[in-house]
């Protein structure tokens, strides 16, 4: 059984900086894309960054120049490093990724989601 674990979420102030980590686990062949996405209350989810099997990023206009996504592929694992935070970056923070579990099939797994709070 494939899951996505993920860490890092927390309160922060105004400007301060987390880092989200997302770790896929149980049998995992190979992953695809992988990326962020967040939901603040009211809002629909939308995505924040992601990157590509071959390391492409892209990133959400709102969060360009103050976030990073980087990816370990030998542990399975995608970062999001978030500097300069604002309160409306406020928000439950989801990892997604596109998922080999089995061979020559693939499907998205959605992690459970870490609350990212900054105050102001």
Do not use: H
Not at 37 to 54: I, M
Not at 57 to 85: C, E, H, P, W
């Amino acid at each position: 059984q494939v899951q996505l674990v993920e860490s890092g979420g927390g309160l922060v102030q105004a400007g301060g900086s987390l880092r989200l980590s997302c770790e896929a686990s149980g049998i995992v062949f190979s992953i695809n894309d992988m990326g962020w996405y967040r939901q603040a209350p009211g809002k629909q989810r939308e995505l924040v960054a992601a990157t590509t099997r071959g390391g492409s990023t892209n990133y959400a206009d709102s969060v360009k120049g103050r976030f990073t996504i980087s990816r370990d592929y030998a542990k399975n694992t995608v970062y999001l490093q978030m500097n300069s935070l604002k309160p409306e970056d406020t928000a439950v923070y989801y990892c997604n990724a596109e998922i080999q579990f089995r061979p020559g099939l693939f499907r998205d797994y959605w992690g459970q989601g870490t609350q990212v709070t900054v105050s102001s």
